[in-house]
């Protein structure tokens, strides 16, 4: 299944919403190479580094941290996902949308929307708004052996971090700029 769904409501809700954003997204371009490129498409945000990326599908989104320089399984590059809007979309019988996975949750009332891309819109899309404005100047994205990890802490103390875990952090990177750490071995 491609991502036609996903990719309409994206433009539609950004006609509306494009200003409340504080890191703009704009989509990329996938390289042909990649075997599944029909069934999502890809964003990056204006203003943080490009080693994030949002990768956008009729599921949900998911935000991966990338970094080519770390090819550390003989991949093309390094990934992680560290977060992710997934939604399952239900329709009742009087033909109103809900989250199945809100369902399944116990501690969780699923509410009902009158069309599948309102229930998208307020599952992914306001959930990825919330997320990426949430970033600010102290959020650092650190790269391990086995993964990928926000932080939100000062410089000195990032370095301090570093030197201490050389072992298991290969490299740190500030979101918002392009200001890099990398461990000392």
């Not at 990719?7 to 494009?18: A, D, G, L, P, S």
């Not at 996975?101 to 899309?125: F, G, I, M, N, Q």
């Not at 050389?166 to 000392?184: A, D, G, K």
């Amino acid at each position: 299944m491609g991502s036609r769904f996903a990719r309409k409501t994206y433009k539609h809700w950004m006609k509306e919403n494009r200003s409340r954003f504080i890191y703009a997204p704009y989509i990329i371009k996938l390289p042909k190479k990649y075997k599944n490129r029909h069934h999502y498409f890809a964003l990056r945000f204006t203003g943080i580094i490009d080693d994030v990326v949002c990768l956008i599908r009729n599921q949900g989104a998911e935000i991966w941290a990338t970094n080519k320089a770390l090819n550390i399984n003989d991949d093309d590059y390094f990934w992680d996902i560290i977060m992710e809007f997934e939604l399952t979309s239900k329709k009742t019988y009087d033909g109103l949308y809900y989250c199945g996975l809100c369902a399944d949750d116990d501690t969780e009332t699923p509410s009902y929307y009158s069309t599948r891309a309102a229930l998208w819109k307020d599952h992914v899309l306001e959930e990825l708004l919330q997320w990426i404005n949430n970033i600010d100047t102290k959020d650092w994205l650190g790269f391990y052996e086995h993964g990928a990890d926000l932080h939100n802490e000062p410089e000195s103390e990032m370095k301090i971090k570093t030197k201490k875990t050389t072992s298991h952090v290969f490299q740190w990177l500030r979101l918002p700029s392009n200001l890099m750490l990398t461990s000392q071995d």
